[in-house]
């Protein structure tokens, strides 16, 4: 199975803080590659796919980027709706798998 | 609007054997573009795959689970349905069933409409 390494596993940020998160594959995935967000008590919602398409309705201050074995999910200008889990996932191949995840905290 | 539910039992005991049942609704799970993954994640912990059927019933399943898990639907009723022989306390987790898709000209497995999810846990 491909394993998916996020990092870093927290960040404590602040409101308006550009915030990058990285999730690296251990094998290439071409562009097959999903991001998340996830509240407590809350499913996931789909914010990225293909690497660097925005799924619709998501803001624009949310953007991805990568291609093989190296991906980032970048938050522009943290919102405080934005603080929340962040998983990747690996769309390439069957068994799916997800990063560990990203909790980003208030500073 | 596309919705999913999950059901079934909040409580099992171990050795016992788990079935969730997922609803859709606003898509048809015979439609060619469309299929149903369930996921799962243990209290504070990662997500986890565990099966995926395709709309011509086509099946896959998690290498670490395969041997316990069986994924099945019925179109008539737009359930898809999940099951889990053996449970132990280790699966006690909030399983969610979520939707894929197809985009351009590729079936695609990110998931952009997920059930609210089930807790359940496995306690004798």
């Known amino acids: 199975d491909i394993q998916m390494t996020q990092s870093p596993s927290s960040v404590s940020a602040s409101v308006g803080d550009r915030v990058t998160i990285t999730c690296r594959a251990s094998q290439g995935i071409s562009s097959w590659l999903a991001w998340y967000q996830q509240k407590p008590g809350k499913a996931p919602k789909l914010l990225i796919y293909a690497a660097s398409n925005l799924q619709s309705g998501v803001p624009s201050r949310f953007s991805g980027s990568g291609s093989g074995t190296d991906f980032t999910l970048t938050i522009s200008s943290l919102q405080p709706e934005d603080f929340a889990t962040y998983f990747c996932?690996?769309?390439?191949?069957?068994?799916?798998?997800f990063g560990g995840g990203t909790k980003v905290e208030i500073k | 609007q596309v919705t999913l539910k999950e059901s079934g039992p909040v409580l099992v005991k171990p050795t016992e054997t788990l079935t969730l049942t997922c609803t859709v609704s606003g898509f048809s799970l015979s439609n060619g573009r469309m299929g149903v993954s369930w996921v799962r994640q243990p209290p504070g912990k990662a997500l986890e795959w565990l099966a995926h059927i395709f709309s011509n019933d086509e099946k896959s399943y998690s290498t670490s689970l395969k041997s316990r898990v069986t994924i099945s639907k019925d179109t008539s009723k737009s359930q898809v349905v999940l099951t889990m022989t053996n449970m132990d306390p280790v699966d006690t987790a909030t399983y969610y069933c979520?939707?894929?898709?197809?985009?351009?000209?590729?079936?695609?497995?990110?998931?952009?409409?997920w059930g609210q999810g089930i807790l359940v846990t496995v306690s004798s």
């Open positions: 979520a939707r894929s898709g197809f985009w351009s000209g590729y079936f695609v497995f990110h998931f952009d409409y």
């Open positions: 996932q690996q769309t390439n191949s069957f068994s799916l798998t």
